[in-house]
């Protein structure tokens, strides 16, 4: 166990004698419940780092365990089996044989039905009050639901006087304004390549507003660096006009 913050060491938990297959926390964070190939299943208290019980679980070795909010533990076996468990280890169902070896298991939300998936690729769900499993078709197919598109919004720029792709900028002009306005064309063309990629990008995104919202913003951004240059480019001329 690790500090999230740190980064350190927080417990190392001992006990089991093969690989570990699986963790699952309880819903408070107070205990960790972890399956193994040693057969076992193991509650640890996470206050103290030590082990609260241990069960044989599974022959041939556990390979997943699941925790469930109301305290009920679910393990998989290499045994082809599924097992419901109280916290202290007390079996409560089992369920199968599954088609292989059962390495995945989970609970819905109700704790009604149990789902484990097995080593031949099966995926099955078990009544947790008793009953045979049904073996899901795969792939579970789903239709997508209708999606409207949405265009992507398009402001009205005022068109400017067509320029040279690379603007001149008198050599008479004061050197702090050639500098100025260099920097202020660098920078709106940098905005303006940016907001074509954004346009882009939202038109294959038609369902993402939040594409079509920066888009805008970019937009408008461009909009008042070009008016910077605008402002630029007067006061060149004007002190062009004094000398």
């Known amino acids: 166990m690790w500090e999230t913050k740190s980064g350190k060491e927080f417990y190392t938990l001992r006990g089991h004698t093969k690989g570990v297959t699986g963790i699952a926390w309880r819903a408070d964070s107070d205990a960790l419940a972890t399956s193994s190939d040693d057969q076992t299943v193991r509650v640890w208290n996470m206050h103290t780092g030590t082990e609260i019980t241990k069960w044989e679980a599974h022959e041939g070795g556990a390979a997943d365990v699941a925790f469930h909010a109301s305290g009920a533990i679910v393990t998989a076996g290499r045994d082809g089996r599924v097992k419901l468990w109280d916290e202290k280890g007390k079996r409560a169902a089992e369920f199968g044989p599954a088609d292989d070896a059962v390495l995945k298991v989970a609970f819905t939300a109700d704790a009604k039905t149990v789902l484990s ?55 008479t002009a004061p050197a702090n304004l050639q500098a100025e306005l260099a920097r202020k064309r660098t920078a709106l063309k940098a905005v303006e ?18 594409l079509a919202k920066a888009y805008l913003q970019l937009c408008e951004a461009a909009l008042a660096m070009k008016a910077e240059v605008v402002e630029v480019e007067a006061a060149i001329t004007k002190a062009e006009e004094k000398k």
């Open 117 to 171: 998936g097995d080593w031949a690729g099966a995926v099955r769900t078990w009544p947790v009050a008793g009953g045979t499993g049904v073996k899901l078709a795969l792939p579970v197919e789903t239709k997508p639901s209708a999606l409207a598109a949405i265009p992507v919004p398009t402001p009205n720029l005022p068109v400017a006087a067509v320029r040279p792709t690379t603007p001149v900028i008198p050599s």
């Open 193 to 210: 390549d940016a907001a074509e990629k954004l346009k882009d990008e939202a038109a294959r995104s038609p369902k993402n507003p939040a």
